[in-house]
C-alpha cells in the first residue's frame, strides 16, 4: 500500500451495459466464498451471479485470479403481502457461504423476509437407457416391456445447476439486514431491526428467538439493530450493533433470551462535535470479527472503527472515511445519502481494512503503518492491467491539479459493498451496477 502508486491491478471487470443498466441490475451484496475460488453476488433484481477462479494453466500462468460467471440464477421473487397490503422486494440483501464439505458448493441468501439456502453443483454425466420410459422421458407401458438393460452414464457438456434445498420463512416481521453461519456450521442467525433468530441448517418450519429488543409500547423504541455477526471461532458468542452508536456481545450459554449483554461497547460522544445530525452519522451500518476473534470492526457514517473485545471502554483505532463530509452533512442529509449503509472488510490478515465511499472512491487503512490510500473504481481504469492512483479530496483552499474538489464529488455514486479475498490480495467492490475485481501486481 504505497502513497505514491499503489500496485493494485485489475484484473478483470464484471461491467454491464450502462445503457441497459436498470435498478434491477444494482448490486447490493458481494461475499467471497471461505477458499476464495468463489465470488458471488447479489442485486435488487432478486439475481444472485456466482463467479469462478480460472486456474492456471503452463501457457497462461497469469491468468491465475481472474473471475469468470458460473452461475447465475433467480433467488427471490417479488412477493405481495395481503395481510399487510405490502410489497416484499426481491432484493438480496445478504449472501454467506457454506464452508464446502464435498464436491457441491451451499449459500444463503436472504430478501428482507426470507433465507434461502442453494445448492449449487456441476453435472458432466447424464443417465441413459432406461427400461421404465422411453427416449422421450414418457413413462413406458410394463407390459410391454420384454427385456431388461443396464443404465450407463454418458459424457455430456458441464452443467451448472443451482437448486434450493431449503427455505427459512415467516419468521420476521420487519426487514432482515443479516444473516451469520456459525463455526458450528449447523446453525444460523437472521436479523431484523428488532429481533435475532437462530435458526438450524436442517429444519425451517421454527427457529429461536435469541435477541428481542421490541418494547411492549411502540412509541417508546429508542434504537434498532443494524447488523449481527457470529464470532469466527466460538459458537456461543455472537454481536450486534445498533442505530445509536452501540454493539452488544452476548454469549448464548448465559441464557436462551439474550436480552443482557455480556460486554457493551460505546464510544461517549465528543461534547464539541454535538449537532443535529450527531444521532444519524453515529448509527453503525456493520460490524465484522477479525479473522483471529480477537477485534471488532465497526463502520459508521464517517468513520471506521476497531475494538479490542477486552476493552469496552472506547475503540483501539478509529480511522476517518471521508471527514471532508462533514460540512455537508445538511445536503447528504436533504437527499437522503447520510442513511447509506456502508459495510467494511478485513484482509485475510486483519492488518489492513477496507470500505467505501462517494464518487466510487473506496478507502484502505493499514494498521500497521497507519497509511491509508483512496482508490477509485470506474470505467476509466478498469481496462485489465491497468493501475490504480490514489485519489485526493481537498477541502478549500487551492486544489492541486490531481486532486478533486469535496464540491464536485457524485453522491450517487457509491461503494456500498466490498469483499477481501481470505488469503490473498484480491478484492471485489461493487460499483452501483459494476463488479471490479483487483489484484496485487502480478510479476
Not at 84 to 105: C, G
Not at 253 to 274: G, T, V, Y
Request: glycine share 2%.
Amino acid at each position: 500500500m504505497e502513497e505514491e502508486s499503489d500496485s493494485r491491478k485489475i484484473n478483470n471487470s464484471f461491467l454491464r451495459d450502462h445503457n441497459y443498466a436498470t435498478e434491477a441490475d444494482i448490486i447490493s451484496t458481494v461475499e467471497f466464498n471461505s477458499t476464495g475460488e468463489l465470488l458471488a453476488t447479489g442485486d435488487k433484481g432478486g439475481r444472485v451471479v456466482v463467479f469462478q477462479r480460472e486456474q492456471e494453466t503452463k501457457n497462461q500462468p497469469h491468468r491465475r485470479g481472474e473471475y469468470n460467471v458460473y452461475s447465475t440464477f433467480q433467488s427471490h421473487e417479488p412477493e405481495f403481502d395481503y395481510l399487510k397490503s405490502l410489497e416484499i422486494e426481491e432484493k438480496i440483501n445478504k449472501i454467506r457461504w457454506l464452508p464446502q464439505q464435498n464436491a457441491a458448493y451451499f449459500l444463503l441468501s436472504t430478501n428482507d423476509k426470507t433465507v434461502k439456502l442453494w445448492k449449487i453443483s456441476e453435472r458432466d454425466k447424464r443417465p441413459e437407457g432406461y427400461n421404465l420410459k422411453d427416449e422421450d422421458g414418457r413413462i413406458r407401458d410394463p407390459t410391454t416391456i420384454t427385456t431388461l438393460q443396464v443404465p450407463v452414464l454418458r459424457p455430456m457438456d458441464l452443467m451448472v445447476e443451482a437448486t434450493p434445498r431449503r427455505v427459512f420463512s415467516n419468521a420476521h416481521t420487519y426487514h432482515i439486514n443479516s444473516i451469520s453461519v456459525n463455526s458450528d456450521y449447523e446453525t444460523f442467525m437472521s436479523t431484523d431491526d428488532l429481533r435475532i433468530n437462530l435458526w438450524n441448517l436442517e429444519i425451517t418450519n421454527r427457529s429461536f428467538n435469541i435477541v428481542d429488543i421490541k418494547p411492549v409500547n411502540m412509541e417508546e423504541l429508542t434504537e434498532v439493530i443494524t447488523a449481527a455477526e457470529f464470532h469466527p471461532q466460538q459458537c456461543n458468542t455472537f454481536v450486534y450493533s445498533s442505530s445509536k452508536g452501540s454493539i452488544r456481545l452476548c454469549d448464548m450459554r448465559a441464557s436462551a433470551l439474550c436480552d443482557n449483554h455480556s460486554k457493551f461497547f460505546e464510544e461517549p460522544e465528543d461534547p464539541s462535535n454535538r449537532s443535529f445530525f450527531s444521532e444519524i452519522i453515529s448509527s453503525i451500518s456493520d460490524v465484522k470479527f477479525s479473522h483471529s476473534g480477537r477485534y471488532l470492526m465497526t463502520r459508521d457514517y464517517l468513520t471506521v472503527k476497531v475494538w479490542d473485545l477486552n476493552m469496552e471502554s472506547k475503540p483501539l483505532e478509529t480511522y476517518q472515511v471521508h471527514d471532508y463530509l462533514r460540512s455537508k452533512l445538511c445536503s447528504l442529509y436533504e437527499n437522503d445519502c447520510i442513511f447509506d449503509k456502508f459495510e467494511c472488510v478485513w484482509n485475510g490478515s486483519d492488518s489492513v481494512i477496507m470500505t467505501g465511499s462517494y464518487n466510487n472512491f473506496f478507502r484502505m487503512f493499514d494498521r500497521n503503518t497507519k497509511r491509508d490510500v483512496t482508490l477509485e473504481a470506474s470505467r476509466e481504469n478498469s481496462k485489465p492491467r491497468a493501475i490504480l492512483k490514489p485519489r485526493k479530496v481537498c477541502v478549500g483552499g487551492k486544489r492541486r491539479k490531481d486532486e478533486i474538489s469535496v464540491d464536485s464529488l457524485d453522491f450517487s455514486k457509491k461503494i456500498l459493498h466490498t469483499a477481501w479475498h481470505p488469503s490473498e490480495n484480491i478484492i471485489a467492490v461493487a460499483a452501483t451496477n459494476n463488479l471490479y475485481i483487483f489484484q496485487d501486481k502480478v510479476n
